[in-house]
């Protein structure tokens, strides 16, 4: 099975800071990852797939990125709203896996 | 517009069985699939699978194989996911979801509002 290790499992940064989330899959999986942000007490909400398409109506101080099996989620000028827990998900290989999650505070 | 409304929480004891359900709306539901997600009391995310209505083809997590059925209702687009014996641990919110199994655009992209589970003696 793919494992996607994602860091930091939490991160605490100011208003208008920059935050940048990491998963690392344990093969190839090529572009096919999404990320998906939960607002505390909400469902679940798709940011971006194919790793790096951003999710229409997503603002854009949110970006992503692939480097081999490294994906990053980068929030430019963090805002409160943006008070969420993150996730990646891989759907190359079933069975489908989730990063662990990284938890934003501000 | 695409729509997936689950069906209401649940309070059962363990031992009981449950099957609870994800109709959806608003797109060809027999061209995509419908993946289910757990979501344990204060912790993450989990696939637990997916299945393709279309023909009924069905993937478990491995944590998941032999403790769920998943199946699918062609005839009124509904999703469901059951258990013959629940315990404690299956305790969580579910939550079901649109899945595009060989392509980018689709995957998660519609959510249900979730379905929340509680096991109790």
């Known amino acids: 099975d793919i494992q996607m290790t994602q860091s930091p499992s939490a991160v605490s940064a100011s208003v208008g800071d920059r935050v940048t989330i990491t998963c690392r899959a344990s093969?190839?999986?090529?572009?096919?990852l999404v990320w998906f942000q939960q607002q505390p007490g909400k469902v679940p909400k798709r940011l971006v797939y194919a790793a790096s398409s951003l999710q229409g109506g997503v603002p854009s101080r949110f970006s992503a990125s692939r480097s081999g099996t490294e994906f990053t989620l980068t929030i430019n000028s963090l805002q409160p709203e943006d008070v969420a827990t993150y996730y990646c998900?891989?759907?190359?290989?079933?069975?489908?896996?989730f990063g662990q999650g990284t938890r934003v505070e501000i | 517009e695409v729509q997936l409304v689950q069906s209401g929480p649940e309070v059962k004891k363990p031992g009981e069985s449950l099957r609870i359900s994800c109709q959806s709306s608003g797109y060809n539901y027999i061209k995509y699939w419908i993946a289910w997600v757990r979501q344990m009391p204060g912790k993450g995310l989990e696939w637990v699978g997916v299945?393709?209505?279309?023909?009924?083809?069905?993937r478990y997590g491995p944590a998941f194989q032999g403790q769920v059925t998943m199946s699918a209702d062609k005839s009124r687009d509904t999703a469901f996911l059951q258990w013959s014996s629940l315990t404690a641990s299956d305790t969580a919110m579910y939550y079901c979801?649109?899945?595009?199994?060989?392509?980018?655009?689709?995957?998660?992209?519609?959510w249900g509002q979730g379905t929340l589970v509680a096991v109790s003696s």
């Open positions: 979801a649109r899945a595009d199994g060989s392509g980018f655009s689709f995957q998660f992209d519609s």
């Open positions: 093969q190839g999986i090529s572009n096919y």
């Open positions: 299945i393709y209505p279309g023909d009924g083809d069905t």
């Open positions: 998900l891989q759907h190359d290989t079933f069975p489908w896996t």
